[in-house]
């Protein structure tokens, strides 16, 4: 079975500093891809960014990057240069399974509130 | 940029009361879900539909849930008889390759 824990279910961050949201995994299964996905007040799912299991580099989307690491387990997203409009709800969520259809399993969230 | 629409963007209805959450997803995606997120909790998993077949379902989607896709570009989920406990927000997915990618969402409201 997949398991995904974020651990901080509140941050804080100043205007213009980076910010590390943790998110560690459990899977049994060698291939999977780990998503981050932003959740606004309004309500609606934003997806941010995805790490295949086979990726050999961090991907990176403008100011998002994903700090994968495999033996550890874990795939923190890393805001840098935070905005005002950053603070959401933020959810890091797992795939898994080869071809087909599959089962995204998702964190309980982190909630980003960035100060001016 | 192509996208997953839904609507409407907020229903009430009355316990009892059947209801339609429409989505279309983005059009050259094959794989389609529906989630469902209770105020304040986690995204749950509800349903996955590929090739006009539920592929997978969770233990939430019981006999009063159901999915179709009508035509060539809509995908449905409708809940039969409407329970206090279905008020939540319903997101639409889909998928072409690795990511999904997800729709506004519908705000039920079940009174």
């Known amino acids: 079975a997949q398991k995904i824990t974020q651990t901080q279910p509140g941050m804080f961050v100043q205007e213009k500093e980076a910010v590390t949201l943790d998110c560690t995994y459990d899977t049994s299964d060698p291939s999977y891809g780990l998503f981050w996905y932003k959740q606004p007040s309004s309500g609606e799912m934003i997806f941010l960014i995805y790490q295949g299991s086979y990726d050999q580099q961090n991907a990176t989307e403008g100011r998002y990057s994903l700090n994968f690491q495999k033996a550890r387990k874990s795939a923190n997203l890393v805001i840098s240069a935070s905005q005002l409009g950053d603070s959401a709800m933020y959810f890091c969520?797992?795939?898994?399974?080869?071809?087909?259809?599959?089962?995204?399993?998702f964190g309980r969230g982190t909630s980003l509130i960035v100060h001016p | 940029e192509p996208e997953v629409t839904q609507t409407p963007s907020h229903q009430v209805t009355q316990m009892g009361q059947e209801v339609i959450l429409r989505c279309v997803p983005i059009?050259?995606?094959?794989?389609f879900y529906w989630y469902r997120q209770i105020l304040g909790q986690k995204v749950e998993f509800l349903v996955s539909f590929y090739n006009n077949e539920i592929s997978e379902k969770s233990e939430i989607f019981d006999d009063q849930f159901s999915v179709e896709r009508p035509d060539g570009s809509n995908f449905t989920l409708k809940i039969r008889s409407t329970k206090l406990e279905d008020s939540a927000m319903y997101f639409c997915a889909s998928r072409g390759g690795g990511e999904q990618f997800f729709g506004p969402g519908t705000r039920l409201t079940v009174l």
């Open positions: 059009s050259n995606h094959l794989y």
């Open positions: 969520a797992m795939s898994g399974g080869m071809g087909g259809s599959y089962i995204p399993t």
